[in-house]
Structure formats: C-alpha cells, structure tokens
C-alpha cells in the first residue's frame, strides 16, 4: 500500500505498522536468542565479580536507552531478584569518552546506544572501555565484542526490538546466579528452586548445572519472551487502534492550534516518555518536529517537589506549571494505579488539557475510572513486556500525527 493510501486509511496503517514490527521481532531474536544466551552467562560472570553496568548514548533517543537498562537493573521490579550495579551516562555529562575514561573498570559491562547516529563519539567510548578490559555491547557496527542489528531501517522498530533486547538480557542475566558452579568454574548438582519468579524460566531444569543445558533453557526462554511480546504488541495495537487514531487526530489538531505535548512516567516508564519527547521533537524523515517537554527530566522540580510535599505531586504540580489550555498530556503507567500519575491527570483535565494515557494489565483506576480521554490498554502483568508494547503504541501514535 503507498503512503498516500495509508495517510487515507489510519486502520490500515496501524496494521501495516503491526506486520512491520511482527516481521522484524521473528527475523531478530530467532537467530540471536543462543547468543543472547551466552551472553547472559557472561554478564553474570561479570556480575559475580563485582564489575557492574555502564551504559551510554548521546542522542536523546539513546539517552533514554541508556537510562532505562540502568534502572532496570539497579531497581528490578521482579519480587526476589537482586539488584545488580548499573550506571547511565548521557550527553548532558558531557563527553562519552571522558566520562567513560573517569568511570569504566576492567570487569565492567559498556552498553552503547545509538553508535550509529553520533559521529563516532558512542564507538569511541566503547573502544576505550574495550581497551580497559569491559565486556562491550552495541547494535551498529561499533568494534563490540557483542553486536546486535535489528533488521529495520525504521528507527522506531529498531528501538523497540533493543529495548526488548536489554530487558532480556536483565531478566535472564539472573538464571546464572542460580547456578553458582558456572559462574566460579564448579558444577553443582543442588536442585535449582526458582521460587516465586519460576514463571519467568518455565524451560530451567532442576538438573545438574553444567553450563550447556542451562544455556539451552537460556536460549528457549529468550524465544518463549519474544513470541510473548510478539502476541502483546498485536494486542496492544489491535484492540486500540481505534484509540490511537482518534488520539493522534486530536493530538495533531492540538499542536496545529500552537499547542504542546507534556510527557510523564516512574522508573522504566520515565525513560520511555523522554523517548516519546524526542521522536516528537525531531523531524527525521517528512515528520514534523512538534514541541514536547518531558516533565521526568528536570531532577531539580522532582527532587524538591518530592522532598516538600511528596511523590504525588511531582507531575501535577509541573502540569500547573507548563500546561494551558490547548496542550495535551501522554502519561504512561504500567499498573494505571500511579497517584502521581493519576494527580497528573486530574490536574491536566482541569486546566483543559487533553489527555492520552497508556496503561498496563486492566487498565488500573485510569481505566475503569476513565480518567484520561484516550486510554491504551496492554494486558499484561508483565512490566517489561508491558513496556515494550507501550514504547510500540507510542511510536505509532507518533507514526500517525506526522
């Protein structure tokens, strides 16, 4: 179907969009997921001997990468598995390679976003990390140990499939903490009991732990996550559809009128609303650039607001600040639960703001309380997979306003 004929038809668009992302996730982690696997292990060794994550990028795309694996593993939203060291460093530190230079150690993971679209600075930095003795990742052509190419030129489904890429990596990176023999060397033939996070491994064996079988339950379980987030991104784009176009009109309508976009989201959801500002900011391709303000970014409001009169708040009171009547608001929860998210809400719709929420498992009170105008629903328990969804609808809705 040509452009023109999609522009007329917003539904055939949305599934053209859906096939896209489909073909792609089918096409990336088939062939990976044995690598993804080992690399697992690796990490893990990493882990066990104290080095920690430091991830980078200097776009702002590859900032909010840089920050969302950082959290994920510093604060893991899974009852039972351990913190683990991580670190984000972005372009408002400066640069890459200096700030590598200060804080890279030899046992250290070095994660880089965006190697592609920064003149080299990410791949320097890598190198340097390389040469310090860091395990190094990327998703371009970078001089990494480990290099992963999404098979899309669309920059939006190449985001997608690394964000799910990294939550992988952090969800399975915790098996071989499991087996401690193959993390110092020894086998061991203790029973393994994953407890209450079991679901999460449905393939792990309570067998000798000799690395070859783990790994093999590794590799089966990266493919059990990628079909699953396959089945909630054509959930997620298929029941909304509808919500989607007519958020998108609305949304277009209002930045056609002078109006703005607020952005706003806790923990993983943060850094996926700076994500969503920056692809409303730029203009790649025959997008327009919109104007959007991220309202997680200023560390100053949040921490002040947060510290005077409390967590709630800190959204709302940036929603007085920044939003008229005319703007609109794009909140992303995972549980749609958030006070915070929901003060938000009720202040923006008071102030005349037009709102769009994007909310995990039923929906929460923003839901069944339809509390914003245009509310996405991706039904899942699951956060990381929630979140990969949302960062799909999101990136159509951005599609769909041009």
Known sequence: MSEAALAADPAG???ALLEQRTEANTQFFGPEAERLARLC??????FARGGRLVAFGHSPAARSDARHVAVEFVHPVIVGKRALPAIGLAGEGGDLVNQVELLAAPDDIAIAFGADEDGGEAARALAL???RGCLTIAFSPAGAEYEFEPPADDPYIRQELIETLYHVLWELVHVFFDHRGLLTGRTSRRVHDAGASSFLYPF???????LEPVVE????SVLMKAQEIGALR????????EVLIEAAAALRASFERGGKLLALGNGGSATDSMDAVADFRDGAGSRHRWPAIDLTEDTGILTAVANDIGTDAIFSRQVIAYGITGDSLLALSTSGNSRNVIEALAEARRRGLQ???MVGYDGGAVASKALADHVVVTRSEHIPRIQEAQA???HVLRELVG
């Open 355 to 357: 709102t769009i929420a």
């Open 129 to 131: 990390a390389r040469s």
């Open 392 to 394: 799909s609808a999101y």
């Open 234 to 241: 054509a959930q997620t784009l298929s029941d909304n559809g």
């Open 204 to 210: 792990l064996g309570e067998d000798e732990h000799e």
């Open 13 to 15: 668009r949305v599934r």
């Open 41 to 46: 292990h690796v990490m893990a060794e990493r």
């Open 217 to 220: 339950d590794v590799r089966l």
